[in-house]
């Protein structure tokens, strides 16, 4: 019995944690046709109503089982191609219009997704249960990098093929650093030996670097806010443009147990004129050079030994990625200590778009 549930534990890490709001695109992504995603292992379409609110439904027409993401963009509503069913952002069929009083109308076939539109980035809920209210360990809590008016940021997107639970080790390890990032424009300086310290922090836990700060990837912090964050920065030269540390929030949300997508929102703390001179700067010098330590990073994961966490010999530099595998562990292991749980509507009264 201990076996199965460690055994179902380990399916659910690597498929994704549930009750977390995820990132699942860019809002760019997301015009007006209805376009389909696989997040988590469901498949998924998205699509904008007149107001450009975004609806998420399950890609599945009730009536055969065709993609909607296939069929048109009627605003508050999508339409099959296959036989024009109409099925709204509330997974109620609207219409059959290829039959009188079809029994289907009206009834709630298809699962919706909650909605919130945030920092460049569709969020959708993935839940056994509709997601609580404000001031809950549900509500969606960025942090200050992604919502303060006081820093600028931009969203960058990868489909990276490995799990994404290797994206987050990657990020969880600021001494790769110094060794497989060690040709770049940002992180060329500092000690290539350290001895690395764990300490909370108010939403999670920091792991860092003792007797180093602002030279190097010289800490990291896990958060938990309603979503999975990973928060770093990296010193700057005066050359690079105005603002302090260049900073960094990630989230790999996963496609399959195969394949994952990674947001890092690349942040800096500047205002006014000189939030101006550092997006011109960005834009113009920068990204690229960003791009090019992130194919590093996906070049290594990608070309990984098969099951490598299963044959790994970690040492001291590894504790922060122990610490969450541990903290996500424990989390996949209450949940499927509960299960079976049917998955549910929202509940009424709760919004299904922000």
Known sequence: MESNKQARAEARLNTGLRNYWYPVTASWSVTHAP??????????VLWRDNAGQVHALEDRCPHRGARLSMGWNLGDRVACWYH????GGDGQVK???AVDSCPLEGKTCVRSYP???RAGAIFLWFG??????EGSADELRLPE??????HSNFLCVAHWDC???YAIDNVMDPMHGAYLHAVSHSMASGEKQAVMAVRETEHGLMFEKTGQRGVNFDWVEFGETGTLWLRLAIPYRAKVGPGGPFGIVGMATPVDEEHCMVFFWRTRNVSGWERDVWRFLYRNRLEGLHWDVLEQDRVVLESMAPNARDHEMLYQHDVGITRVRRLLRRRAEAEVADEPIAMVKPAAGVANHV
């Open 84 to 87: 024009g069913v109409e099925v």
């Open 115 to 117: 909605v919130q539109e």
């Open 95 to 97: 219409s059959v219009p």
């Open 128 to 133: 056994d249960r509709a997601p609580q209210g």
């Open 35 to 44: 376009i389909g995603i696989t997040r988590l292992g469901q498949n998924i």
């Open 145 to 150: 990098e992604l919502v303060s008016d006081e």
């Open 163 to 165: 799990n994404y639970r």
